[in-house]
């Protein structure tokens, strides 16, 4: 399935997303802590589409966001806090 990563931020939040033929497959979701660092929060993928590594291309783009930005990310998300741990290449991002 072809995707395409949307995002929208406000002030003090800010979502990427993932839709599908009928609406959001998954969205990963944060909130801006300061103008160097983000928290990762939520990640969540409709049941159908668990399992297919959605969330994960959600925070693999995150993470590039965030260093094209210069900003930090605290994964305070179980799934985005595992996914940290997992990989070593998200240390230069990790707040």
Known sequence: ???T???RENDKRGMFWIEG???KISE???TVQ???TIIVDHT?????????GYASKLLDHTVAWARSKNIKIEPLCPFAEVKFDEKPEYADVRA
């Open 1 to 3: 399935m072809d995707y």
């Open 5 to 7: 990563i949307q995002h």
């Open 28 to 30: 990963l979701t944060y």
């Open 34 to 36: 300061d103008e160097n």
């Open 21 to 23: 033929e009928h609406g």
């Open 44 to 52: 969540e993928t409709k049941m159908e589409h668990e399992h297919q």
